[in-house]
């Protein structure tokens, strides 16, 4: 069974750092693109950052500078480092893989994980 399993999140101060990871478990062979969506309440999910398996990154305007994205493709595992964070940050963060292939050749067109809280609060 292929899933994404997200770790980390939490509480933080504003100002603060956390750091998100995400691992694709089951037997990959490939993935197109991994990403960070999230949901704040009573808002629509938006995207955070997006790191395909060559070429470059894309982030949201709101959160270029403070977060970056990165990915360990041998892990199958990428990871999202938020800095200087902001009330307005808090949010449910989900992983998402796009275009994901097992070994057995199966294709996943998307993936999501659980979701992982962060609150950024005083």
């Known amino acids: 069974q292929v899933q994404l399993v997200e770790s980390g999140g939490g509480l933080v101060q504003p100002g603060g750092s956390l750091s998100l990871s995400c691992a694709a478990s089951?037997?990959?062979?490939?993935?197109?693109?991994m990403g960070w969506y999230r949901q704040a309440p009573g808002k629509q999910r938006e995207l955070v950052a997006l790191i395909p398996s060559s070429g470059s990154t894309n982030y949201a305007d709101s959160v270029k500078g403070r977060f970056t994205i990165s990915r360990d493709n041998a892990k199958n595992t990428v990871y999202l480092q938020m800095n200087s964070l902001k009330p307005e940050d808090t949010a449910v963060y989900y992983c998402n893989a796009v275009d994901l292939r097992v070994v057995t050749g199966i294709k996943y067109r998307e993936l999501w994980g659980q979701g992982t809280l962060v609150t950024v609060s005083s």
């Open positions: 089951g037997r990959i062979f490939s993935i197109k693109a």
